[in-house]
C-alpha cells in the first residue's frame, strides 16, 4: 500500500480511539524501511510509492504486541481551554463547548454504527475497541453538559 491507502485503512480501523496524521505516516514509512520492516515496491501513478512489510517487520509488530501497553497520553484541547476558563468570556467556552459537543455527537453516532458492523460481521476484537471509542464520547458529552461558564 502507498502512505495514503496505508492512512486510509488506519483511520478506517483505528481512527475511532486512536489519531494520527498524514505527516506521521509519511515520516516513518522511509524509517521503517530503512529498519528493514518494509520494503519498497516498483513506483505507481504520479510517483506514489507502495510499501510491503517484510518478515522482519512482521516479527518486529509481533514483539511490539508482546510489550506492556504503556500508559495512554491524555491531550484534549477542550480540556486545556476549560482550564484556562478564567481567561475567557463566557460566550467563547460556549462556543468551544457547543463544537466539541458536535464532534463527539457525530463521533459517538460513527462508532455506534461501526461497532454494530464488527459485531455483525464477528470481529468481537474490532467491536471492543470501538465500543472504548463509544464510552469516551458519551463520557465526553457528559462532562461538556456540566463544564461551566463562569
Do not use: C
Not at 25 to 31: D, K, N
Not at 65 to 74: C, K, N, Q, V
Not at 93 to 112: G, M, P
Not at 129 to 150: D, G, M, Q
Request: glycine share 6%.
Amino acid at each position: 500500500m502507498t502512505g495514503g491507502q496505508l492512512m486510509a485503512a488506519a483511520q478506517r480501523r483505528l481512527g475511532a480511539y486512536w489519531s494520527m496524521t498524514r505527516s506521521q505516516v509519511y515520516r516513518e514509512l522511509p524509517a521503517l524501511a530503512e529498519a528493514g520492516y518494509v520494503k519498497l515496491g516498483k513506483p505507481g501513478a504520479r510517483s506514489s510509492q507502495p510499501y510491503s512489510i517484510t518478515p522482519a517487520g512482521k516479527r518486529a509488530f509481533a514483539r511490539w504486541l508482546s510489550e506492556p501497553a504503556g500508559r495512554e497520553a491524555l491531550r484534549n484541547p477542550v480540556a486545556l481551554r476549560a482550564a484556562f476558563g478564567s481567561h475567557q468570556s463566557s460566550t467563547q467556552l460556549q462556543q468551544v463547548y457547543a463544537s466539541a459537543t458536535d464532534y463527539h455527537n457525530t463521533a459517538l453516532t460513527e462508532a455506534r454504527e461501526q461497532a454494530k458492523e464488527a459485531k455483525k460481521s464477528g470481529d468481537d476484537f474490532f467491536a471492543a475497541s470501538l465500543e472504548f471509542a463509544v464510552s469516551y464520547h458519551r463520557a465526553a458529552l457528559s462532562w461538556l453538559k456540566s463544564a461551566p461558564t463562569k
